[in-house]
């Protein structure tokens, strides 16, 4: 009896474990395929419930990576003016908007931005955070501690990287790639 207790309990740690992970698993679809992200949940908390809350409303699909940067990072995320979807879309303010959910204060850690690490973007305040995110490229260090990390690309880089890049120092892109959908 007691090895059968033992067996249920490990086969029930094993399962929840699981749930919980599959539970901070995303999937960023792409033109060119599928990006899947593992959030950071124990690292920044309040980043990850708020683009879990953003995706599950479908506030993501369709908005455009308004700013990438070559060797640098894909900024997306800007749900007002860069949903491609929406009567409020004007791609010369992709990048000035966010949700209609307040700011978040900064949750940094010493997670690394690394290739493939998400970031949230936000102004000069630390706490300003509020949609808009990006996608490491390549490493940038300059941005340890200063940015709160909430994730990081575990499969599909090869598909950020295809992002069409800006062709100017600021990385605006003109006629943008999209998210088609972030579940």
Do not use: W
């Amino acid at each position: 009896m007691n090895k059968f207790i033992a067996k249920f309990l490990i086969l029930f740690f094993i399962l929840t474990n699981q749930l919980i992970a599959e539970e901070n698993i995303m999937i960023l679809k792409l033109k060119d395929g599928d990006v899947k992200i593992e959030l950071f949940e124990d690292v920044a908390p309040n980043h990850v419930k708020r683009i879990k809350q953003l995706a599950q409303e479908g506030k993501y699909d369709g908005v455009v990576f308004h700013r990438v940067i070559d060797g640098f990072m894909a900024q997306t995320g800007d749900v007002k003016f860069g949903n491609s979807s929406n009567d409020d879309y004007n791609l010369e303010r992709a990048g000035t908007g966010g949700s209609n959910l307040p700011d978040l204060k900064a949750e940094f850690s010493k997670i690394p931005h690394i290739k493939g690490t998400l970031s949230m973007a936000r102004s000069q305040d630390p706490n300003s955070a509020n949609s808009q995110f990006f996608i490491c490229l390549e490493a940038a260090p300059h941005l340890d501690g200063d940015y709160t990390a909430f994730g990081k690309v575990i499969e599909g880089m090869e598909f950020v990287d295809k992002i069409k890049k800006g062709g100017s120092n600021n990385g605006s892109v003109s006629d943008p790639d999209k998210i088609i959908s972030f579940k």
